[in-house]
T-cell receptor, first 114, second 115 residues
């Protein structure tokens, strides 16, 4: 079955540690996105990539980094520079030619900093 | 003013009730509009796109009012399974670009359907 897989689903880290969240899709989508969701808030765009080896900052990129070495994969690293990293992280993808606006989301990764 | 604004709720309604949500947007150049559904601690999923002429999908009806810059979602004959958070999503430019860069999410309206 086609879809997006995020891992891990739950992650705990100590302050000062970097952590990498995995996102893999087999939908053959060109575009991939990382969002952050905090309680009672909408999704905020961290980074996005429309093609392999290229990515752009979203609205809240500070303290995060990404890579897009393969079409299927778009990992997100939450660095120690991110001041408030505890959140629900959602990866999404979309067909580049899509005109429906539909984003396909992974199940999310819930990061808690202790 | 937020770019996309929704009443956070919660809306608590009995089974079988009709409930309506509104969402206002600030950018008059916005081109396309969507409603997503998000269950508790799960990922959002597209519920329906919103077209200028209004559209219906079973018990769900979406409307767009460009003059007043709002979209609405009407749910008829509410079911327990409709309990979720409903996210309003606005694309600030033409949606065919393939980029979600301009997609702005509202903070969501929480609905609880009570037995």
């Amino acid at each position: 079955d086609g879809g997006i897989t995020q891992s891990p689903k739950y992650l705990f880290r100590k302050e000062g540690q970097n952590v990498t969240l995995s996102c893999e899709q087999n939908l053959n989508h060109d575009a991939m996105y990382w969002y952050r969701q905090d309680p009672g808030q909408g999704l905020r765009l961290i980074y996005y990539s429309q093609i392999v080896n290229d990515f752009q900052k979203g609205d809240i990129a500070e303290g995060y980094s990404v890579s897009r070495e393969k079409k299927e994969s778009f990992p997100l690293t939450v660095t120690s520079a991110q001041k408030n990293p505890t959140a629900f992280y959602l990866c999404a993808s979309r067909s580049r030619g899509s005109n429906t606006g539909e984003l396909f989301f992974g199940e999310g990764s819930r990061l808690t900093v202790l | 003013r937020k770019e996309v604004e929704q009443d956070p709720g919660p809306f608590n309604v009995p089974e079988g009730a009709t409930v309506a949500f509104n969402c206002t947007y600030s950018n008059s150049a916005s081109q396309s509009f969507f409603w997503y559904r998000q269950d508790c601690r799960k990922e959002p999923k597209l519920l329906m796109s919103v077209y200028s002429s209004g559209n219906e999908d079973g018990r769900f009806t979406a409307q767009l009012n460009r003059a007043s810059q709002y979209i609405s979602l009407l749910i008829r004959d509410s079911k327990l399974s409709d309990s979720a958070t409903y996210l309003c999503v606005v694309n600030m430019v033409g949606g065919s670009s393939g980029s979600a860069r301009q997609l702005t999410f509202g903070s969501g309206t929480q609905l609880t359907v009570l037995p």
